[in-house]
């Protein structure tokens, strides 16, 4: 927990970690309140048994007077799965679903539903998913396939529907990457993108599905790590308060939590030290922000934060506002704890009848076996 005022808050601070156990010195700062989440990658995961061992390691480890530390991966489906092992269903990518002229919403969902019910079982609490960018540049080297769909309606429908199965399992979805990552020629993981559209292309065609996902009440959004200059000319949008706050918040009346990209990737880690990002992704609108890896940069973003919280008033607000943003996370999760799955949900027949029906169509339409494509994106 962190004091900011009178007040005590969860930390904004979400991180990574090396390993399939938890490292002494998180286990520390879980306790310590300096971290309210962690994200797994597929170098935590060996078995399901032992990924259910590792979340209730992680809760266990925030004590009593912490609230407890929610869990997140990215999971997806096709090229970016975490967790790609025997028994977890095998799911071709999200763009198979707009392969069905009718009843893809249902498909989408069922996706979404198979997808949820597997990462509840082995303790998994959220979900960096769905993509919500628009497919609109076909040379794009992190998007493609990822998205739903290049039609804006389309990947707001099934993206829509992909994380309303996703909830009705108990995982919190998380749409990204606000405010679209559809239109760039360059990976955000390697350098900083930057979309030249204008705003009205922008409005009509990046920020479509955002809008409807939040007027379908999505609980939260991830950022992009892009430079959009017809919206700020200064920042990319995760530290970009004209997008986040001015765009996000207030024009499109968003309340949910959002979440950063992770901090280290190096559109924002080649341009800004890790705790200065920190700063300015919470004071731009952040609820949450990553960091994935090194314990060097969680260190100073951990040091940075509660040194801002100390002695800037205007940084303290926003703190709090954050807080209470997460804490609606973390009081839905909690709600659904009793009622997680089985591990015998893990690779179950329905769940495998869904793969193979959006396999089948991924492949009659020339496209290629995820197992083709097992280069994952981002950190493994």
Not at 96 to 121: H, Q
Not at 273 to 295: F, K, N, P, Q, T
Not at 337 to 363: D, F, Q, V
Request: a positive charge; hydrophobic letters at 45%; aromatic letters at 6%.
């Amino acid at each position: 927990m962190m004091i900011v005022g009178n007040d005590i808050v969860a930390s904004p601070l979400w991180v990574g970690f090396e390993g399939k156990t938890l490292p002494a010195e998180l286990e520390r700062r879980l306790s310590r309140g300096e971290v309210g989440g962690v994200v797994l990658f597929s170098r935590n995961a060996e078995s399901p048994a032992q990924l259910r061992a590792l979340c209730r390691e992680v809760r266990a480890a925030a004590g009593r007077g912490n609230p407890s530390p929610l869990i997140a991966v990215d999971q997806e489906g096709g090229r970016v799965a975490r967790f790609r092992f025997p028994p977890f269903t095998e799911f071709p990518p999200p763009r198979a679903c707009s392969l069905f002229c009718c009843g893809s919403d249902a498909v989408a969902e069922a996706f979404g539903a198979a997808v949820g019910s597997e990462l509840r079982a082995v303790g998994v609490d959220v979900d960096f998913a769905p993509v919500l960018d628009v497919d609109s540049y076909p040379a794009n080297p992190v998007i493609g396939d990822r998205a739903f769909s290049g039609d804006p309606a389309e990947a707001a429908r099934l993206g829509i529907a992909f994380a309303a199965g996703l909830s009705s399992r108990g995982v919190i979805p998380v749409g990204k990457h606000f405010p679209g990552h559809g239109d760039t020629s360059a990976d955000s993981h390697r350098e900083l993108p930057v979309v030249r559209a204008g705003r009205r292309t922008l409005a009509g065609r990046e920020l479509l599905p955002f809008r409807r996902a939040v007027r379908g009440g999505i609980p939260a959004l991830m950022t992009a790590h892009v430079m959009y200059p017809a919206l700020d000319g200064t920042y990319p949008a995760t530290l970009s308060g004209r997008i986040l706050t001015g765009i996000l918040r207030d024009r499109l009346r968003f309340r949910g939590t959002v979440f950063s990209d992770a901090l280290e990737m190096k559109a924002i880690a080649d341009h800004y030290g890790g705790g200065e990002a920190a700063i300015l992704a919470v004071s731009a609108g952040c609820d949450v922000v990553l960091v994935c890896r090194g314990e060097d940069l969680q260190a100073e973003a951990i040091e940075r934060i509660a040194r801002e919280a100390r002695d800037v008033a205007a940084f303290r607000r926003a703190l709090a506002a954050a807080a209470r943003r997460s804490g609606r996370l973390r009081a839905w999760a909690a709600s659904k704890e009793r009622r997680r799955p089985a591990p015998r949900s893990l690779g179950a027949a329905r769940h495998r009848a869904i793969a193979s029906l959006l396999r089948e169509r991924w492949e009659s339409a020339g496209r290629s076996s995820p197992k083709d494509r097992a280069g994952s994106v981002g950190e493994r």
